[in-house]
C-alpha cells in the first residue's frame, strides 16, 4: 500500500513539472522561439563546403558567359549560295543526245544553299573562315550579332590549311583577340561558338582534348587541336576560345560521326596565314627541302636518341637549302632555333612561323654527336599529289619468308614503270599479312635503297644486314623516303 502511494506520489509530480514546462513554452515571446530556432546548427548541406563549392560553380558559369558575351560580337553566321550547272537534256548519253543540245542550248542552274562561320580578325572588315566553306560561293552573307547583314567578298583562301579570308565593307567592327596556341595545354577550358546547323550563335563548352592532331591527313598541312566542345556542319570558320576571351583556333572538322570529337586550326598558324591572304592575296611559305618522319622507339634506338624527342630526316631534296647546308638523311633534327621538338611534328610548326628567306639554326644529332647547322629557308613551292604506283611485274622473288617478304631486283623497266629514277636497290614484290614486314608497314612496290646505312645494290645486300634479325632500312615509297626497322619475330 506505501508503495502504491509512492507511485501515485510520483505520478502526479510528473504531471505537475510537464504542465509547468508547457505553461512555460506558452508563455514564451516569439522572440525567444526564434532565437533558439536559430542557434539549431543547419543541415551539413548548407555548411561552409557547400557554400563554397556553389560559389566555385558560379565563377565557372560567370567565367563562360562572360566569355560568350565578349566574343559574340566578332562571330559571323554565313549565308553561302552557290550554283550547280544542270543539263538540260534529259538524253544525254543516249543516240541523238548531242541532237537534242543542238536544239535546246540554254543552260539550268540549280542554287544550293548552306551555312558556316567566321570571325572578325580587323575592325575594316576582314574576316576569318574556312575556305571550304566559302569556295566556289556565288554570295556569301554576312550576319552579325546585333542583326547586320552584309555581303562578303572572297580576298583569298589556302588550300593547305582549308583557311580563307573574306571581306565586307563595314568600319569600326568588333576584332577578336587571338592567343598564343603553342601554349595550349590538354584539359583547358574551350569555348565553341558558330552556326551549326544554321543555328546562329550557338555556344559549346568543352576542353582541349590534345594537341598537334595530324593523323586525319585531311589537307597538306595537318596541325590540330582536338576538343570534345560540341562542333557540328555550320560551325566550320568559328572560333575555339580559351576563357580569357582569345581566340585558340578556328574549328574546322570532326571525325565521321565521332561525339566529342572536333577539330580546330590552332591560332598561331591561322594569324600567319590570315594575315599574308590579306596583305598579298597568298601564302608563302618557308622550305628547308627536308622530308622527315616520327620517331619510334626502335628507331630512336637505332639513331642513339633514346628517351628523347626529334624529327627523323628521311631524305634531303637534291639542291635544296638543307643539302647546301650539310643536312643528310639520317639526322635527327631536336631543336629550331633553340626551341626543343618533342615530336616529329614540331618541326612544321615551328618552321611555319617563320618567313620566307630567314636563318634558322637546326640543331642535330648525327651519328650520335650533336651539331648546330644554319639553314636559310626558301619559298615552297605547291605540289600536286602523287599518283598511285602501279603494281610491279611478276617475276620470281627473293623469298624471306621468316619475315613475310619478297623481294627482287629493281631493273630498268621496272624503275620507270615505278617511277624510281636509281638503277639499283630491292623492290618489294610481297608482304604477308601478318607477317614481321606487315607489322614493321613495308609495302609491294617499297624500293629498299639502305639496309644499315649502307646501299643496297640487290637483295642480297637486304639478306646481309638481316643476318642478325634485324636491320634498319631507308625505303622509297613513291616520291617520298623513310626508314624503317625490320626484325624478326621470335
Given at each position: 500500500?506505501?508503495g502504491?502511494?509512492?507511485?501515485?506520489?510520483?505520478?502526479?509530480v510528473?504531471?505537475a513539472s510537464?504542465?509547468?514546462?508547457?505553461g512555460?513554452?506558452a508563455?514564451?515571446?516569439?522572440?525567444?522561439?526564434?532565437?533558439?530556432?536559430?542557434?539549431t546548427?543547419?543541415?551539413?548541406?548548407?555548411?561552409?563546403?557547400a557554400?563554397?563549392?556553389l560559389?566555385?560553380?558560379e565563377?565557372?558559369?560567370?567565367?563562360?558567359?562572360?566569355?560568350?558575351?565578349?566574343?559574340?560580337?566578332?562571330v559571323v553566321?554565313m549565308?553561302?549560295?552557290?550554283?550547280?550547272?544542270?543539263?538540260?537534256?534529259?538524253?544525254?548519253g543516249?543516240p541523238?543526245?548531242?541532237?537534242?543540245?543542238?536544239?535546246?542550248p540554254r543552260?539550268?542552274?540549280?542554287?544550293q544553299?548552306?551555312?558556316g562561320?567566321?570571325?572578325v580578325?580587323?575592325?575594316?572588315?576582314?574576316?576569318?573562315?574556312?575556305?571550304?566553306?566559302?569556295?566556289?560561293?556565288?554570295?556569301?552573307?554576312?550576319?552579325?550579332?546585333d542583326?547586320?547583314?552584309l555581303?562578303?567578298?572572297?580576298?583569298?583562301i589556302?588550300d593547305?590549311?582549308d583557311?580563307?579570308v573574306?571581306?565586307?565593307?563595314?568600319?569600326?567592327?568588333?576584332?577578336?583577340?587571338?592567343?598564343?596556341?603553342?601554349k595550349?595545354?590538354p584539359?583547358?577550358?574551350?569555348?565553341?561558338?558558330?552556326?551549326?546547323?544554321?543555328?546562329d550563335?550557338?555556344?559549346?563548352?568543352?576542353?582541349?582534348?590534345?594537341?598537334?592532331r595530324?593523323?586525319?591527313?585531311?589537307?597538306?598541312?595537318?596541325?590540330?587541336?582536338?576538343?570534345?566542345?560540341?562542333?557540328?556542319?555550320?560551325n566550320?570558320?568559328?572560333?575555339?576560345v580559351n576563357?580569357?576571351?582569345?581566340?585558340?583556333?578556328?574549328n574546322?572538322?570532326?571525325?565521321?560521326?565521332?561525339?566529342?570529337?572536333?577539330f580546330?586550326?590552332?591560332s598561331?598558324?591561322?594569324?600567319?596565314?590570315?594575315?599574308?591572304?590579306?596583305?598579298?592575296?597568298?601564302?608563302?611559305?618557308?622550305?628547308?627541302?627536308?622530308?622527315?618522319?616520327?620517331?619510334?622507339?626502335?628507331?630512336?634506338?637505332q639513331?642513339g636518341?633514346e628517351?628523347?624527342g626529334?624529327?627523323l630526316?628521311?631524305?634531303?631534296?637534291?639542291g635544296?637549302?638543307a643539302?647546301?647546308?650539310?643536312?643528310?638523311?639520317g639526322?635527327?633534327?631536336?631543336?629550331?632555333?633553340g626551341?626543343?621538338?618533342?615530336?616529329?611534328r614540331?618541326?612544321?610548326?615551328?618552321?611555319?612561323?617563320?618567313?620566307?628567306?630567314?636563318?634558322v639554326?637546326?640543331?642535330?644529332?648525327?651519328d650520335?654527336?650533336?651539331?648546330?647547322?644554319?639553314?636559310?629557308?626558301?619559298?615552297?613551292?605547291?605540289?600536286?599529289?602523287a599518283?598511285k604506283?602501279?603494281?610491279?611485274?611478276r617475276?620470281?622473288?627473293?623469298?624471306?619468308?621468316?619475315?613475310?617478304?619478297?623481294?627482287e631486283?629493281?631493273?630498268p623497266?621496272r624503275?620507270?614503270?615505278l617511277?624510281?629514277?636509281?638503277?639499283?636497290?630491292?623492290?618489294?614484290?610481297?608482304?604477308e599479312?601478318?607477317?614481321?614486314?606487315?607489322?614493321?608497314?613495308?609495302a609491294?612496290?617499297?624500293?629498299?635503297?639502305e639496309?644499315?646505312?649502307?646501299?643496297?645494290?640487290?637483295?642480297?645486300?637486304?639478306?646481309?644486314a638481316l643476318?642478325?634479325?634485324?636491320?634498319?632500312?631507308r625505303?622509297?615509297?613513291?616520291?617520298?623516303?623513310?626508314?624503317?626497322?625490320?626484325?624478326?619475330?621470335d
Amino acid at each position: 500500500m506505501s508503495g502504491t502511494r509512492a507511485g501515485w506520489a510520483r505520478r502526479q509530480v510528473a504531471r505537475a513539472s510537464l504542465g509547468v514546462l508547457v505553461g512555460c513554452l506558452a508563455a514564451a515571446p516569439e522572440s525567444q522561439i526564434a532565437s533558439a530556432q536559430s542557434q539549431t546548427p543547419p543541415p551539413s548541406a548548407a555548411g561552409p563546403k557547400a557554400a563554397a563549392a556553389l560559389s566555385g560553380a558560379e565563377a565557372v558559369q560567370t567565367a563562360f558567359t562572360t566569355v560568350a558575351d565578349s566574343v559574340s560580337p566578332s562571330v559571323v553566321a554565313m549565308r553561302i549560295e552557290s550554283r550547280r550547272k544542270l543539263s538540260a537534256n534529259p538524253f544525254e548519253g543516249f543516240p541523238f543526245g548531242d541532237w537534242f543540245d543542238a536544239q535546246n542550248p540554254r543552260d539550268q542552274y540549280q542554287v544550293q544553299r548552306g551555312t558556316g562561320s567566321g570571325v572578325v580578325i580587323r575592325t575594316d572588315g576582314y574576316i576569318l573562315t574556312n575556305k571550304h566553306v566559302v569556295e566556289g560561293a556565288s554570295r556569301v552573307e554576312v550576319v552579325f550579332k546585333d542583326g547586320q547583314h552584309l555581303v562578303g567578298k572572297t580576298v583569298g583562301i589556302d588550300d593547305a590549311t582549308d583557311l580563307a579570308v573574306v571581306k565586307v565593307s563595314a568600319k569600326n567592327l568588333t576584332s577578336a583577340r587571338f592567343a598564343d596556341s603553342s601554349k595550349a595545354r590538354p584539359g583547358e577550358w574551350v569555348v565553341a561558338i558558330g552556326s551549326p546547323f544554321g543555328l546562329d550563335y550557338t555556344v559549346t563548352v568543352g576542353v582541349v582534348s590534345a594537341v598537334g592532331r595530324g593523323e586525319m591527313r585531311q589537307n597538306e598541312i595537318g596541325d590540330y587541336l582536338q576538343t570534345d566542345a560540341s562542333i557540328n556542319p555550320g560551325n566550320s570558320g568559328g572560333p575555339l576560345v580559351n576563357l580569357k576571351g582569345e581566340v585558340l583556333g578556328i574549328n574546322t572538322m570532326i571525325i565521321g560521326g565521332g561525339t566529342g570529337i572536333g577539330f580546330a586550326i590552332p591560332s598561331n598558324l591561322a594569324r600567319v596565314v590570315s594575315d599574308q591572304l590579306i596583305d598579298k592575296g597568298s601564302v608563302r611559305r618557308p622550305y628547308l627541302g627536308v622530308a622527315f618522319q616520327p620517331l619510334t622507339i626502335d628507331l630512336a634506338k637505332q639513331f642513339g636518341v633514346e628517351g628523347k624527342g626529334g624529327a627523323l630526316v628521311s631524305s634531303v631534296v637534291g639542291g635544296g637549302p638543307a643539302e647546301k647546308a650539310g643536312v643528310k638523311a639520317g639526322d635527327v633534327i631536336v631543336a629550331l632555333d633553340g626551341a626543343p621538338i618533342k615530336e616529329h611534328r614540331d618541326l612544321l610548326r615551328l618552321l611555319l612561323e617563320k618567313a620566307v628567306g630567314a636563318n634558322v639554326q637546326l640543331s642535330l644529332v648525327r651519328d650520335r654527336k650533336s651539331l648546330t647547322v644554319p639553314v636559310v629557308t626558301v619559298e615552297k613551292q605547291s605540289t600536286t599529289k602523287a599518283e598511285k604506283a602501279p603494281k610491279p611485274a611478276r617475276g620470281t622473288p627473293a623469298e624471306r619468308r621468316d619475315l613475310g617478304l619478297s623481294l627482287e631486283p629493281l631493273t630498268p623497266e621496272r624503275a620507270g614503270r615505278l617511277g624510281y629514277r636509281g638503277k639499283q636497290g630491292a623492290l618489294v614484290v610481297n608482304v604477308e599479312r601478318g607477317s614481321s614486314a606487315d607489322r614493321a608497314e613495308l609495302a609491294q612496290g617499297d624500293l629498299i635503297i639502305e639496309a644499315d646505312r649502307k646501299v643496297v645494290q640487290a637483295p642480297a645486300d637486304v639478306d646481309a644486314a638481316l643476318a642478325d634479325g634485324t636491320a634498319l632500312l631507308r625505303v622509297l615509297r613513291r616520291d617520298s623516303a623513310l626508314y624503317i626497322v625490320l626484325s624478326r619475330e621470335d
